[in-house]
């Protein structure tokens, strides 16, 4: 069965980096497009970025470009998203998120349990 | 980015039908996907494409457009329903993931 489990969450001063993990299981991860989104505390869900399945395409919200960089490593079936100078509003519970095709198809089939990242003095 | 928007709650009576709307310009040209998510836990999708319930979701949910607006629509509510709701869309360059800002259901 398909599994997503996101790691790398933690607390992290203003300004600092972090890097998180999805591990995915039970499919071929070369061939679906992969997402971040993330939710504040109390609040809706954000999309954060995609990647296609070879890398070849990605994409960021407004909110992160320049700052979160989406990458995969598909010898370890690994998505990864390195977020560098975080901010307070930063802070959300961050889910990693199959698409249904190779990039951004239209919907995510497929979701981790989602990892808390807090930005905080 | 162009935006989708959703009333903020909605409720129903038990056994009886609610509609859940989803508003925005991207919606003439892409389709929404519904996503249902309950406290502490992940989204789980419930509706894709035109109207497409992936294995496992009853078939008292269904999924409609009209112009600008995409519904979701639960017929005979159950206690299990309640939750928030999400659509989500592109944006109108096709490459951006755009998500309303949610529907809290209650189910009286």
């Known amino acids: 069965q398909v599994q997503l489990v996101e790691s790398g969450g933690g607390v992290v001063q203003p300004g600092r980096s972090l890097r998180l993990s999805c591990a995915a299981s039970?499919?071929?991860?070369?061939?679906?497009?992969m997402h971040w989104v993330r939710q504040a505390p109390g609040k809706g869900l954000e999309w954060v970025a995609v990647?296609?399945?070879?890398?070849?395409?990605?994409y960021y919200a407004d909110s992160v470009k320049g700052r979160f960089t989406i990458s995969r490593d598909s010898s370890k079936n690994t998505l990864y998203l390195q977020m560098n100078s975080l901010r307070a509003e930063d802070t959300a519970v961050y889910f990693c998120?199959?698409?249904?095709?190779?990039?951004?198809?239209?919907?995510?089939?497929?979701w981790g349990q989602g990892t808390l990242v807090t930005v905080s003095s | 980015s162009s935006e989708v928007t959703q009333d903020p709650a909605a409720s129903v009576a038990l056994g009886q039908t609610v509609r859940i709307t989803c508003q925005g310009d991207?919606?003439?040209?892409?389709?929404a996907s519904w996503y249902r998510q309950k406290p502490g836990q992940a989204p789980v999708l419930v509706i894709f494409?035109?109207?497409n319930r992936p294995s496992g979701i009853p078939d008292r949910f269904s999924g409609s457009y009209s112009g600008n607006t995409a519904s979701l629509t639960i017929t005979g509510a159950q206690a299990e329903d309640e939750a928030d709701y999400y659509c989500?869309?592109?944006?109108?360059?096709?490459?951006?993931?755009?998500f309303g800002g949610g529907t809290k259901l209650t189910v009286l």
């Open positions: 990647i296609w399945n070879d890398g070849s395409n990605k």
């Open positions: 494409g035109k109207n």
């Open positions: 989500n869309s592109r944006d109108s360059s096709g490459s951006h993931v755009v």
């Open positions: 991207s919606l003439r040209s892409y389709f």
């Open positions: 039970g499919f071929t991860f070369s061939t679906y497009g």
């Open positions: 998120a199959r698409d249904e095709d190779i990039g951004w198809g239209g919907y995510f089939d497929y």
